[in-house]
């Protein structure tokens, strides 16, 4: 795997899309130039529970260049079929868009309005005037009783008992020489990409084109076919850049519907594109999470109970719940176990998956928790997390396939100079600047589900090769074109693939850090399987040579699959060590990362130069979670008072350290994939936000168990 020589697995490549992104080519969702095309605006609720009494379109209607004006008076009723794809919750359904007068959260679509121009549908949009009989909303997940999901996602996607125990966790807890018992609160985020939501529909007759922001391609046509109730291969889905997404493309969103909806009422394309301000209502989040984690260890370190119960919001139309406690069962050794997920319902829209899902945001409340032990013991945080390394998964009972924890903490701690670390709080300085050194683990999931992908030879001696997948930035584009030049033994430059359309190959959610394990390994054998044909065809063993002879195209589509039975004798996971500097002015409050060094065991590495820059972004993402990041709801009314970038704050380039370090700990694992690869968009932010809140603690001596960091809670 790893150590066979290749030419272009392993290599530097620069994006192949990258010319087309600076020079403005790349052509997005709201961008497709559509003939006879209107725009559409959308009017939303200013209620979070109740019933519209009400809606007066006649200014709307009379206003220049309005087409139509959609409400659940005049809207075509729609089928709504049945339709859950594995980013959907399992449980519940979704909001049916202008098809009663019914409310369920703030900024809810409660009409539709089409003209000929953006500026005129807007307009008219604020001459549409609704009337509610509002109920009482829950909307304070602090004055809401959690209760027991239906069921929860594992960290693979499967669903798990939402309560999980080993040994006696309340028994060894209460009998442990050192305990530390403590809440962790993590606000809701919202999903900031550069690129908003957009979608452009056109039908002809009863097949329907979407240029649409999606990280999946394929369920957006399943999605859109069930509620209007035609065949999905009468949708075709088109998708070839997206400008960021961290989850919120992952499933298909109202206004996608809406903007169906208007085509198919006027006979024209139409074109929807959210605001900033409709980012926080139309398209999911991060959940507001509250975590208590107790932790039990022996004198010596040993740990000897972990309790890790945490509950997160939902809407009241759908159950949403993530792999909150996964890590915890199995990232430290601990024979006495016990972990609870609930959910706490509330009158807001569903949120969704947010990089690194449920581990981010566990690891967070579990990492900070383990500081505090380790400062109770005095002992080093290292060293406590060496002395509880698992031997294997102790919640599955399988070995890892591979694990390089040791290595990870290892590698970074070297690299960052922690031996050098004066473990006082307050001890540290530079000038006035109290500075702190703090850590954390990070694990993430390997996910390997089935893939096709198709491979074509051409006379010329050049390649094309699809899958319907997405690249939302990691570099999808470039990583499978290496994949397919190496296995096909053509220069990268003579190999185009091609992806984000439903008439290609079918390829699963672009997201979970499953891209390059599930689409690479379809690539990979697709190329193999047309290779050899072409090679056997022509009894030669140069493959420009053979095509020359063959003088036509052959080509080859393969569906590959992960081995069920690799899953049944391994825990397979990428694992990390994140450690962090930061600087805290002891006056006013403020924190700046001066430098983060992180190591990741996450197998193969198809290009370390898009691999370093997923672990940026992430490391990024992590200062934005730890610092900055709040979004803040209106408990009145369920409003997002901050919708907007001037006042939900995002890290910017003055806020990235000078030094962002990332080491990959060689690691061969031939039971993942056939590619031997983990995936590292996730895990790069896994661990980041307990590293930096505890260097805080480090700096400061004061310990913030509720994000985000901000001045006023240091001073």
């Given at each position: 795997m790893?150590?066979?020589?290749?030419q272009?697995?392993?290599?530097?490549?620069?994006?192949?899309?990258?010319?087309?992104?600076?020079?403005?080519?790349?052509?997005?969702?709201?961008?497709?130039?559509?003939?006879?095309?209107?725009?559409?605006?959308?009017?939303?609720?200013?209620?979070?529970?109740?019933?519209?009494?009400?809606?007066?379109t006649?200014?709307?209607?009379?206003?220049?260049?309005?087409?139509?004006?959609?409400t659940?008076?005049?809207?075509?009723?729609?089928?709504?079929?049945?339709?859950?794809?594995?980013?959907?919750?399992a449980?519940?359904?979704?909001?049916?868009?202008l098809?009663?007068?019914?409310?369920?959260?703030?900024?809810?679509?409660?009409?539709?309005?089409?003209?000929?121009?953006?500026?005129?549908?807007?307009?008219?949009?604020?001459?549409?005037?609704?009337?509610?009989?509002?109920?009482?909303?829950?909307?304070?997940?602090?004055?809401?009783?959690?209760?027991?999901p239906?069921?929860?996602?594992?960290?693979?996607?499967?669903?798990?008992?939402?309560?999980?125990?080993?040994?006696?966790?309340?028994?060894?807890?209460?009998?442990a020489a050192?305990?530390?018992?403590?809440?962790?609160?993590?606000?809701?985020?919202?999903?900031?990409?550069?690129?908003?939501?957009?979608?452009?529909?056109?039908?002809?007759?009863?097949?329907?084109?979407?240029?649409?922001?999606?990280?999946?391609?394929?369920?957006?046509?399943?999605?859109?076919?069930?509620?209007?109730?035609?065949?999905?291969?009468?949708?075709?889905?088109?998708?070839?850049?997206?400008?960021?997404?961290?989850?919120?493309?992952?499933?298909?969103?109202?206004?996608?519907?809406?903007a169906?909806?208007?085509?198919?009422?006027?006979?024209?394309?139409?074109?929807?594109?959210?605001?900033?301000?409709?980012?926080?209502?139309?398209?999911?989040?991060?959940?507001?999470?509250?975590?208590?984690?107790a932790?039990?260890?022996?004198?010596?370190?040993?740990?000897?109970?972990?309790?890790?119960?945490?509950?997160?919001?939902?809407?009241?139309?759908?159950?949403?719940?993530?792999?909150?406690?996964?890590?915890?069962?199995?990232?430290?050794?601990?024979?006495?176990?016990?972990?609870?997920?609930?959910?706490?319902?509330?009158?807001?829209?569903?949120?969704?998956?947010?990089?690194?899902?449920?581990?981010?945001?566990?690891?967070?409340?579990?990492?900070?928790?383990?500081d505090?032990?380790?400062?109770?013991?005095?002992?080093?945080?290292?060293?406590l997390?060496?002395?509880?390394?698992?031997?294997?998964?102790?919640?599955?009972?399988?070995?890892f396939?591979?694990?390089?924890?040791?290595?990870?903490?290892?590698?970074?701690?070297?690299?960052?100079?922690?031996?050098?670390?004066?473990?006082?709080?307050?001890?540290?300085?530079?000038?006035?600047?109290?500075?702190?050194?703090g850590?954390?683990?990070?694990?993430y999931?390997?996910?390997?589900?089935?893939a096709?992908?198709?491979a074509?030879?051409?006379?010329?001696?050049?390649?094309?090769?699809?899958?319907?997948?997405?690249?939302?930035?990691?570099?999808?584009?470039?990583?499978?074109?290496?994949?397919?030049?190496?296995?096909?033994?053509?220069?990268?430059?003579?190999?185009?693939?091609?992806?984000?359309?439903?008439?290609?190959?079918?390829?699963?959610v672009?997201?979970?850090?499953?891209?390059?394990?599930?689409?690479?390994?379809?690539?990979?054998?697709?190329?193999?399987?047309?290779?050899?044909?072409?090679?056997?065809?022509?009894?030669?063993?140069?493959?420009a040579?053979?095509?020359?002879?063959?003088?036509?195209?052959?080509?080859?589509?393969?569906?590959?699959?992960?081995?069920k039975?690799?899953?049944?004798?391994?825990?397979?996971?990428?694992?990390?060590?994140?450690?962090?500097?930061?600087?805290?002015?002891?006056?006013?409050?403020?924190?700046?990362?001066?430098?983060?060094?992180?190591?990741?065991?996450?197998?193969?590495?198809?290009?370390?130069?898009?691999?370093?820059?997923?672990?940026?972004?992430?490391?990024?993402?992590?200062?934005?979670?730890?610092?900055?990041?709040?979004?803040?709801?209106?408990p009145?009314?369920?409003?997002?008072?901050?919708?907007?970038?001037?006042?939900?704050?995002?890290p910017?380039?003055?806020?990235?350290?000078?030094?962002?370090?990332?080491?990959?700990?060689?690691?061969?694992?031939?039971?993942?994939?056939?590619?031997?690869?983990?995936?590292?968009?996730?895990i790069?932010?896994v661990?980041?936000?307990?590293?930096?809140?505890?260097?805080?603690?480090?700096?400061?001596?004061?310990?913030?168990?509720?994000?985000?960091?901000?001045?006023?809670?240091l001073?």
């Amino acid at each position: 795997m790893s150590t066979e020589t290749t030419q272009f697995i392993g290599q530097p490549v620069s994006r192949v899309d990258g010319p087309l992104k600076v020079t403005g080519r790349a052509t997005y969702s709201a961008e497709f130039q559509q003939s006879n095309l209107a725009h559409a605006a959308t009017v939303r609720s200013t209620i979070a529970s109740g019933r519209i009494t009400s809606v007066d379109t006649t200014a709307a209607l009379r206003a220049p260049g309005v087409v139509a004006v959609l409400t659940h008076k005049n809207t075509p009723r729609l089928p709504y079929k049945p339709h859950k794809g594995a980013t959907d919750p399992a449980v519940g359904e979704r909001v049916h868009v202008l098809q009663d007068d019914k409310v369920n959260h703030q900024g809810q679509p409660v009409a539709l309005v089409v003209a000929h121009t953006l500026e005129q549908a807007q307009h008219a949009a604020t001459l549409v005037r609704v009337a509610y009989a509002a109920d009482v909303a829950a909307t304070d997940v602090a004055r809401v009783e959690p209760v027991m999901p239906t069921q929860q996602k594992s960290d693979q996607g499967a669903g798990t008992p939402p309560e999980v125990q080993r040994g006696d966790a309340q028994r060894a807890l209460a009998e442990a020489a050192v305990k530390v018992d403590q809440t962790y609160v993590i606000p809701r985020e919202n999903h900031n990409p550069i690129e908003m939501h957009a979608t452009i529909a056109a039908w002809e007759g009863d097949k329907l084109t979407l240029w649409d922001k999606t990280q999946w391609v394929e369920n957006t046509a399943e999605e859109i076919a069930a509620v209007f109730g035609i065949k999905a291969a009468n949708v075709r889905v088109i998708s070839p850049f997206v400008g960021g997404a961290f989850g919120s493309g992952l499933r298909c969103w109202p206004h996608v519907t809406l903007a169906a909806l208007g085509a198919k009422v006027t006979g024209r394309p139409v074109k929807l594109m959210l605001t900033r301000r409709e980012m926080y209502y139309g398209v999911g989040y991060r959940p507001h999470t509250v975590q208590r984690v107790a932790v039990g260890a022996s004198s010596d370190g040993r740990l000897e109970a972990i309790l890790h119960d945490g509950y997160q919001e939902t809407s009241t139309y759908e159950e949403f719940s993530e792999a909150l406690l996964n890590a915890t069962r199995f990232l430290h050794s601990c024979p006495n176990v016990y972990t609870r997920g609930r959910i706490a319902r509330l009158n807001v829209h569903t949120p969704t998956y947010m990089r690194a899902p449920g581990e981010v945001s566990g690891t967070f409340a579990l990492e900070c928790a383990m500081d505090e032990v380790a400062v109770a013991l005095k002992m080093d945080p290292v060293a406590l997390r060496l002395l509880n390394e698992p031997k294997q998964d102790e919640f599955a009972k399988l070995p890892f396939s591979s694990r390089s924890t040791r290595e990870a903490y290892r590698l970074a701690g070297e690299r960052f100079g922690w031996s050098q670390r004066n473990p006082t709080p307050r001890s540290m300085r530079d000038g006035r600047w109290l500075i702190g050194w703090g850590m954390a683990a990070a694990t993430y999931p390997m996910n390997y589900v089935p893939a096709t992908a198709r491979a074509r030879l051409l006379p010329d001696g050049t390649a094309e090769v699809s899958s319907a997948t997405s690249d939302m930035g990691p570099g999808t584009w470039t990583s499978m074109t290496q994949v397919a030049a190496e296995t096909l033994g053509l220069p990268v430059e003579r190999v185009k693939f091609m992806l984000g359309d439903t008439k290609l190959p079918k390829a699963p959610v672009h997201g979970g850090s499953m891209t390059m394990a599930s689409v690479g390994s379809a690539v990979q054998a697709a190329c193999r399987k047309v290779r050899d044909d072409a090679l056997k065809h022509t009894q030669t063993s140069d493959i420009a040579d053979a095509m020359r002879r063959l003088q036509r195209p052959i080509e080859a589509t393969v569906t590959t699959s992960p081995d069920k039975g690799a899953s049944e004798r391994y825990s397979m996971h990428a694992f990390g060590a994140v450690f962090v500097e930061v600087a805290v002015d002891p006056d006013l409050g403020e924190t700046r990362v001066r430098r983060i060094v992180g190591a990741y065991g996450a197998g193969r590495v198809v290009n370390p130069k898009l691999a370093r820059s997923q672990c940026i972004g992430g490391m990024i993402g992590g200062i934005g979670m730890a610092l900055m990041e709040h979004t803040i709801v209106d408990p009145r009314n369920g409003r997002v008072t901050n919708a907007n970038f001037a006042e939900y704050a995002v890290p910017v380039h003055a806020d990235a350290p000078p030094l962002m370090d990332v080491i990959f700990v060689p690691e061969e694992d031939v039971h993942v994939n056939p590619l031997g690869v983990k995936g590292l968009g996730e895990i790069a932010m896994v661990g980041v936000a307990p590293a930096i809140v505890n260097a805080i603690y480090h700096a400061t001596g004061k310990r913030l168990r509720e994000l985000p960091a901000t001045p006023d809670k240091l001073l």
